[in-house]
């Protein structure tokens, strides 16, 4: 499986952006994600989303960011409302299964005041 972000961009805060991964196989049975990295700090989980649907985020994006998965279409987005600044960062999009791990490369998300 290889995964390919797309959907970041400059936002103002209190926007909203949806960010995509694509993949180029079939995520059934692999555990999403994704994660941020902002400059100067280390790669940080914002949401995963397991096979069987269950959601979880981080403390800090709880209530503003949504996760969802379409394993017909194998894709993965992040639905990310009232952004703030400390949201800027790469964001990553992660495959997870019992016998690998994917990365996509990422996307950058900049918010401004």
């Known amino acids: 499986v290889q995964l390919q972000a797309s959907g970041g961009g400059l936002v103002q805060a209190g926007g909203s952006l949806r960010l995509s991964c694509a993949t180029s196989?079939?995520?059934?049975?692999?555990?999403v994600g994704w994660y941020r990295q902002a400059p100067g700090k280390q790669r940080e989980l914002v949401a995963t989303?397991?096979?069987?649907?269950?959601?979880n985020y981080a403390d800090s994006v709880k209530g503003r960011f949504t996760i969802s998965r379409d394993n017909a279409k194998n894709t993965v987005s992040l639905q990310m409302n009232s952004l703030k600044p400390e949201d800027t960062a790469v964001y990553y999009c992660?495959?997870?299964?019992?016998?690998?791990?994917?990365w996509g490369q990422g996307t950058l998300v900049t918010v401004s005041s």
């Open positions: 992660n495959a997870d299964s019992p016998i690998s791990t994917v």
């Open positions: 989303i397991t096979r069987g649907g269950s959601a």
């Open positions: 196989g079939r995520i059934f049975n692999y555990n």
